[in-house]
């Protein structure tokens, strides 16, 4: 062998462990979890009954609820990082969570940036308004101003049926968190907001808004919500799946639904005709 061909060989061979470096070592979030005995979970805690602060401002809610039994199930002990919804992906794919289980509508937009599980949570969607706006049902929403939160699926359909009106009296604002948008519903800044028809329910019934009424639900199809994890992290995702399925199978998904949403039968976790 001349002095050239060993020299290339070097080259190739240092080039081969520089190019294989990073995946060898891109660790699974599982792995490490499992070693840290640690599970971040990104959780909204202003959008009951899915998360809130309870009385003792502890982390609460179904969605707290699932991580704490994720977490369980890794041997691990969960750590609640509060997620609004306008930073709930940003927060998987910056790494500042494991998982994010935050009544995140797995669409296709979505999907290109992290990766989803089969829905663990299926929700309607109501519309909330003042008892004095004269709102009475989604069809009276025309020529009113209306908020909602930024980013989300709800607020992606609501925009497409205001365009579709064609009323110039009819306006929309967005805001960063529900928070924000329930406080803009009372000031009398917006004069409805749609919501999870749970979340509009335990809301109401708080009496933290007397002057709040449900003016029936929105004719969108159900929203199914998924666990989201980071796109390229497939052996966390297949867990997560695992877990999902476990949750609907030993009949906790129901414990905990009817623990924190409502004493009627569960919801159906899927969509007529469709297998995931």
Same mark, same amino acid.
Not at 122 to 136: L, P, Q
């Given at each position: 062998?001349?002095?050239?061909y060993? *020299?290339?060989?070097?080259?190739? #061979?240092?080039?081969?462990?520089?190019? %294989?470096?990073?995946?060898?070592?891109?660790? +699974?979030?599982l792995?490490?979890?499992v070693?840290?005995?640690k599970?971040?979970?990104g959780?909204?805690l202003?959008? +009951?009954?899915?998360?809130?602060?309870?009385?003792?401002?502890?982390?609460?809610?179904f969605?707290v609820?699932?991580?704490?039994?994720?977490?369980? %199930?890794?041997? %691990?002990?969960?750590?609640?990082?509060?997620?609004?919804?306008?930073d709930?992906?940003?927060?998987?794919?910056?790494?500042?969570?494991?998982?994010?289980?935050?009544?995140t509508?797995?669409?296709?937009?979505?999907?290109?940036?992290?990766?989803?599980?089969?829905?663990?949570?299926?929700? *309607?969607?109501?519309?909330?308004?003042?008892?004095?706006?004269g709102?009475?049902?989604?069809?009276?929403?025309?020529?009113?101003?209306?908020?909602? #939160? *930024?980013?989300?699926? *709800?607020?992606?359909?609501?925009?497409?049926d205001?365009?579709?009106?064609?009323?110039?009296?009819?306006?929309?604002?967005?805001?960063?968190?529900?928070?924000?948008?329930?406080?803009?519903?009372?000031?009398?800044?917006?004069?409805?907001v749609?919501?999870?028809?749970?979340?509009?329910?335990?809301?109401?019934?708080?009496?933290?808004?007397?002057?709040?009424?449900?003016?029936?639900?929105?004719?969108?199809?159900?929203?199914?919500v998924?666990?989201? #994890?980071?796109?390229?992290?497939?052996?966390?995702?297949?867990?997560?799946?695992?877990? #999902?399925?476990?949750q609907?199978?030993?009949?906790?998904?129901?414990?905990?639904?009817?623990?924190?949403?409502?004493?009627?039968?569960?919801p159906?976790?899927?969509?007529?005709?469709?297998?995931?």
């Amino acid at each position: 062998m001349n002095l050239k061909y060993l *020299t290339l060989c070097a080259v190739l #061979v240092s080039l081969t462990g520089v190019l %294989a470096s990073p995946a060898a070592e891109a660790t +699974p979030a599982l792995d490490k979890i499992v070693q840290s005995k640690k599970l971040r979970c990104g959780v909204m805690l202003d959008s +009951p009954p899915s998360g809130f602060r309870n009385a003792d401002n502890q982390p609460d809610g179904f969605d707290v609820a699932y991580c704490n039994d994720m977490a369980k %199930a890794l041997g %691990a002990t969960a750590e609640i990082v509060e997620t609004p919804s306008s930073d709930r992906i940003p927060a998987l794919v910056s790494n500042r969570i494991d998982v994010l289980i935050a009544s995140t509508t797995s669409t296709v937009a979505r999907g290109m940036t992290v990766g989803f599980s089969q829905p663990y949570m299926n929700y *309607t969607t109501a519309v909330i308004t003042r008892k004095d706006s004269g709102i009475k049902g989604y069809g009276d929403l025309k020529g009113h101003t209306l908020g909602g #939160v *930024t980013g989300t699926s *709800t607020e992606q359909m609501l925009k497409k049926d205001i365009a579709g009106w064609n009323d110039p009296k009819t306006s929309y604002i967005g805001y960063a968190s529900d928070t924000e948008a329930f406080l803009a519903l009372q000031q009398g800044k917006v004069d409805a907001v749609l919501q999870a028809t749970a979340v509009a329910n335990t809301l109401i019934k708080s009496g933290q808004f007397p002057t709040f009424t449900m003016a029936g639900e929105a004719p969108f199809p159900p929203d199914l919500v998924s666990i989201a #994890v980071r796109r390229d992290d497939q052996e966390t995702l297949d867990w997560v799946k695992l877990f #999902v399925w476990n949750q609907v199978a030993s009949g906790r998904f129901a414990e905990v639904y009817h623990h924190y949403i409502s004493d009627l039968a569960p919801p159906v976790l899927g969509v007529k005709g469709v297998d995931f």
